[in-house]
């Protein structure tokens, strides 16, 4: 059996760091996540509390289109501007596929309202595809 000493320092020594990323990371999301919410035209959740399957869909689709990217940039990050400034353009990029969406489709927020599963998923999956793009481009 080994010594665990060196691990537990290491711990000690990197806990403190580790805490502040991961705190700023999930800020960073929720911030930008309620920033998405008000943005949109849409309530998604007095909709979700109705409801509203495609509302779930649609929002789900943007609070993992926002987490992906944010995580790999966690996993390359020097320093913690580094997820603050990645996670505002995640979120520039998750109101540009809201947006291309709804120009493709027309009436997106409409359509999410009438709970229209069809148009929430291909916003959902438009969303998770940008994001994993934009999660491969930040790990570089």
């Given at each position: 059996m080994t010594d665990p000493a060196p691990v537990i320092q290491s711990l000690f020594a990197g806990l403190p760091v580790f805490m502040l990323h991961l705190g700023t990371a999930t800020v960073a999301w929720a911030l930008a996540?309620?920033?998405y919410m008000w943005i949109t035209p849409h309530k998604e959740f007095a909709l979700i509390r109705n409801g509203n399957v495609s509302a779930a869909v649609s929002l789900g689709g943007a609070g993992?289109?926002?987490a992906v990217?944010?995580?790999f940039c966690l996993a390359a990050s020097v320093n913690v501007w580094d997820v603050l400034i990645w996670g505002s353009v995640t979120?520039?990029?998750q109101l540009i596929a809201f947006r291309a969406?709804?120009?493709a489709i027309g009436n997106l927020s409409k359509r999410i309202e009438e709970d229209q599963l069809?148009?929430?998923i291909f916003l959902?999956?438009?969303k998770v595809a940008?994001?994993?793009l934009n999660a491969a481009a930040v790990a570089g």
């Open positions: 996540l309620a920033l993992l289109g926002l990217p944010l995580a979120l520039i990029l969406v709804d120009l069809a148009a929430a959902a999956m438009t940008l994001a994993a």
